[in-house]
């Protein structure tokens, strides 16, 4: 439990939860007026708490088996491909996959500056700074095409205008590329989301990602357990013809989209 590299490492989780009550009396404001707060708004321990708690899930599945779970990437990622990571906050993803794939190239994008700045040193830590590149970008136009990969972790639901950055992703793939969507795992009715996995997610959800997603143009407020369903309408309207469920563990699914 004090490794960093056990799945079964549990710090971050309280790092997350004690910087996410920090805020608690800007969102009870919030609350009352119906605005939003802001990722970027959070005390600082939430971005180091989020890589805590998160790299540890990654570690043990991205590269093992999320990954060998779509159709065709792993191969492409072997070979060398162009990646984007969307959201990727302090880049524990994108370095996860630079060091497993070392002839494809990565870019990590976030809106949050303070966050890039620290997943450049990452980068660095993890001596992949030569084919990953960290930028200030937002899911909807961040630059680039022809990407063969695009990854989102933990944050389609964040976004104000996931159908939005769902039809920038699309314009920014090849047409044979795939977006992989890892998000909280959740069924599709709050009564089957009501155990201790979906309580602590809407939990979390109420703090961090519904105010989130409000501070944001359009603000859909999907929340942390919007479930596949919906999931499926977002990203369908976003313009995929493609979409389903690759895989899953008891804390995540991961969505598989082509255009
Ligand atoms: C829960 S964190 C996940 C971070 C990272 N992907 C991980 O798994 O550790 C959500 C991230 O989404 C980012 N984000 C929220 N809205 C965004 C937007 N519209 N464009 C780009 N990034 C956004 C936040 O800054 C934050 O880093």
């Excluded at 007026?33 to 540890?56: I, V, Y």
């Excluded at 088996?65 to 990727?88: H, N, T, Y």
């Excluded at 966050?115 to 909807?140: C, H, L, N």
Aim: proline share 5%.
């Amino acid at each position: 439990m004090a490794d960093e590299s056990s799945p079964a490492y549990l710090p971050g989780a309280f790092l997350l939860a004690v910087s996410a009550i920090r805020a608690v009396p800007q969102l009870t404001e919030k609350f009352r007026t119906g605005e939003g707060f802001g990722w970027h708004e959070h005390d600082a321990g939430l971005f180091r708490g989020t890589e805590m708690f998160f790299r540890p899930g990654y570690a043990a599945n991205l590269i093992s088996s999320w990954i060998p779970a779509l159709d065709g990437v792993e191969e492409k990622l072997k070979a060398g491909a162009k990646v984007a990571d969307i959201g990727c906050g302090l880049g524990a993803s994108t370095v996860l996959m630079a060091q497993a794939y070392p002839n494809s190239t990565f870019t990590g994008f976030d809106y949050h500056d303070k966050s890039i700045e620290m997943a450049r040193r990452r980068a660095e830590e993890g001596k992949v700074s030569e084919r990953v590149s960290f930028e200030v970008g937002k899911a909807k136009d961040f630059p680039g095409t022809d990407y063969d990969f695009v990854t989102y972790f933990d944050c389609l639901h964040d976004m104000g205008d996931p159908v939005g950055a769902a039809a920038h992703v699309k314009e920014s793939l090849a047409s044979d590329g795939t977006w992989m969507i890892v998000e909280p795992f959740a069924h599709d009715r709050v009564e089957d989301n009501l155990n201790p996995i979906g309580r602590a997610f809407y939990s979390a959800s109420t703090l961090l990602c519904t105010p989130a997603s409000l501070s944001q143009e359009v603000g859909l407020a999907l929340g942390a357990q919007a479930g596949e369903r919906r999931m499926r309408d977002v990203i369908t309207k976003g313009g995929f013809s493609h979409f389903r469920r690759a895989t899953e563990t008891p804390f995540n699914l991961v969505y598989e989209a082509k255009p």
